[in-house]
């Protein structure tokens, strides 16, 4: 059982950066794929980045490449999604989540991850 705890989102400014972190307890964090997913008001969730267990290989939806950046820390069990030049349109909750599976069978699909936080609100005004 892993569980997943994110935080760092917030209202901000458009043109403006947020650091979201997500932090898992539990055992075998190294050994995951971790992901970033968002569900904005009346849509469906939607798959933002997602990163090997090493941090060496890393995955984003078109609409963040160039802004957006996930990383980890496998000794603090964290791992983060550093947001720049934000707009009114990556308004969502963000979730973090964990997939047991090898970097290998990774998909950018909700249903490959076994593991999700609560999601933290991110508000970007214009």
């Known amino acids: 059982q892993v569980l997943l705890a994110e935080s760092g989102g917030g209202l901000v400014q458009a043109g403006g950066s947020l650091r979201l972190s997500c932090t898992a307890s539990?055992?075998?964090?190294?050994?995951?794929?971790m992901g970033w997913f968002r569900q904005a008001p009346g849509k469906e969730r939607e798959f933002v980045a997602a990163?090997?267990?090493?941090?060496?290989?890393?995955r984003y939806t078109d609409r963040v490449k160039g802004r957006f950046t996930i990383s980890r820390d496998n000794a603090k069990n964290t791992v983060y999604l550093q947001m720049n030049s934000l707009s009114p349109d990556d308004t969502a909750v963000y979730y973090c989540?964990?997939?047991?599976?090898?970097?290998?069978?990774?998909?950018?699909?909700?249903?490959?991850?076994?593991?999700w936080g609560q999601g933290t609100q991110v508000t970007v005004s214009s």
């Open positions: 989540a964990a997939d047991r599976a090898s970097w290998t069978t990774f998909a950018p699909f909700s249903h490959e991850f076994d593991y």
């Open positions: 539990g055992r075998a964090f190294n050994s995951y794929v």
């Open positions: 990163i090997n267990w090493t941090g060496g290989i890393t």
